[in-house]
């Protein structure tokens, strides 16, 4: 089990092996000049990085949960098409292919906002949401349609957070460092 896998089995997210893992996390209100926030993402697949990417979206959150909700929707959408794409390498050419019924294990977005995870699975608009972007409302339609599914996961475990901030090695590489010693000792054993 690779270090990745082991650390969300024991904060109680259990993943399947071919399942897409997206970590989505924001830093909000970052630019003092514009009240813009950093997003940003991780993707794993089978324990290993296959994308990530840091962005600055143009809509002023107004919340750090909008924020988060505005991050999740660019991490889903990269998702999903990570989720298809897996889908045409182990379907394409049987005879069960079928890219309109994709039978695939839903992508594992993990997020360390719990406002922005109920944004994801509510479907009704209220007073703190109402004038997010419909744009971003790509997460609640692929919730209903089990296309991804949302896990909430410590700050202390959130692998996207060194890519909201400016700054060296120092948090994502002691992070980085932390699962190497695990892997060390996982081969060791």
């Not at 082991?6 to 993943?15: D, P």
């Not at 019924?101 to 922005?116: F, G, M, R």
Request: charged content about 20%; aromatic content about 8%.
């Amino acid at each position: 089990m690779s270090p990745v896998f082991r650390m969300l089995k024991e904060n109680n997210i259990i993943i399947k092996d071919n399942s897409v893992v997206t970590f989505t996390d924001s830093s909000w209100n970052d630019c003092i000049d514009t009240g813009r926030s950093t997003g940003a993402n991780l993707t794993m697949i089978q324990g290993g990085a296959v994308d990530y990417g840091s962005h600055l979206p143009v809509p002023v959150a107004m919340s750090s949960g909008e924020s988060e909700y505005i991050a999740a929707a660019v991490a889903c959408m990269k998702a999903s098409h990570l989720r298809m794409m897996g889908y045409d390498f182990e379907h394409m050419g049987s005879t069960d292919y079928d890219p309109m019924n994709i039978k695939y294990p839903p992508a594992h977005i993990i997020i360390d906002n719990e406002a922005a995870k109920a944004m994801s699975q509510c479907n009704k608009d209220t007073a703190g949401n109402r004038h997010v972007a419909r744009r971003y409302h790509y997460v609640r339609q692929g919730t209903l349609l089990k296309e991804h599914e949302f896990s909430w996961i410590g700050t202390k475990y959130q692998l996207a957070d060194p890519l909201t901030k400016n700054g060296g090695r120092s948090k994502f590489g002691n992070m980085i460092d932390k699962f190497m010693v695990d892997l060390d000792e996982i081969t060791n054993d």
